[in-house]
């Protein structure tokens, strides 16, 4: 079973360019979900997707960030403009359910965004 | 609110010898407790969680963490590591009644010496 795929692994953009991140969750989960690391601080969440459907946006920036999850299968993270502070590691997850009790959310590798 | 405080960035040891990685949590509601590992140039691995029970947790790799509540603690320690245990482990948190956020700590690099 393929994991949690992210395109592209890295990219550089000069700030005020626009840059989408791709998801790929697992087949079969529901849920998806977007995390970013800013500068080696914590991993924060900023979005959780049920199928097509936004959850909990609570975590997302500003107005500068758009995702969207169309058919409930691979997900994208829209930067425009790109800003210096939108530098960092952006992390996709997926579940068959929440991650509470049993089941586990799987994290893909990353993209790592550097806007110069 | 929850927060997750790892008090140490990094933590260097020799192999074979005992690591402790240390995780404090401060939250007015019950959670759930993990700790993420992510090896170099790869995503976010489970490493174990709490859920209820037990407060020793086993997970993969030898580790495990023991739960406490009096001190809002949640430790990650290993007894013997190896160089394959190089790497950078996040400890975590989900509220009780939330079905979305995992609250992470910064992360504590772990290297291993020869």
């Known amino acids: 079973e393929a994991g949690v795929t992210q395109f592209p692994s890295h990219s550089v953009i000069e700030k005020g360019q626009t840059v989408t991140l791709r998801c790929d969750p697992i087949s079969g989960h529901d849920n998806l979900y977007w995390y970013r690391r800013v500068m080696g601080k914590e991993i924060k969440f900023l979005l959780h997707f049920v199928k097509e459907s936004k959850q909990d946006e609570s975590g997302m920036p500003n107005n500068r960030f758009l995702a969207e999850r169309t058919g409930g299968t691979y997900s994208t993270l829209k930067v425009q403009p790109a800003e210096l502070e939108d530098s960092g590691v952006y992390f996709c997850?997926?579940?068959?359910?929440?991650?509470?009790?049993?089941?586990?959310?799987?994290f893909g590798q990353g993209t790592r965004l550097t806007v110069v | 609110a929850q927060s997750v405080t790892q008090l140490d960035s990094q933590v260097p040891v020799f192999e074979e010898a005992p690591v402790e990685l240390r995780c404090n949590y401060s939250s007015s509601v019950s959670v759930y407790l993990f700790w993420y590992v992510q090896y170099p140039n790869q995503g976010l691995q489970l490493l174990l969680k709490?859920?209820?029970?037990?407060?020793l947790v086993k997970g993969i790799n030898g580790f495990e963490a023991e739960f406490n509540k009096s001190q809002t603690s949640f430790h990650l320690r290993k007894p013997s590591v190896h160089i394959s245990d190089t790497a950078e482990y996040f400890c975590?948190?989900?509220?009780?009644?939330?079905?979305?956020?995992?609250?992470f700590g910064s992360g504590t690099r772990l290297s291993i010496r020869p």
């Open positions: 975590a948190v989900i509220r009780y009644s939330s079905a979305s956020k995992i609250i």
């Open positions: 709490y859920l209820s029970g037990s407060t």
């Open positions: 997850a997926s579940s068959r359910r929440p991650p509470q009790s049993d089941t586990e959310a799987f």
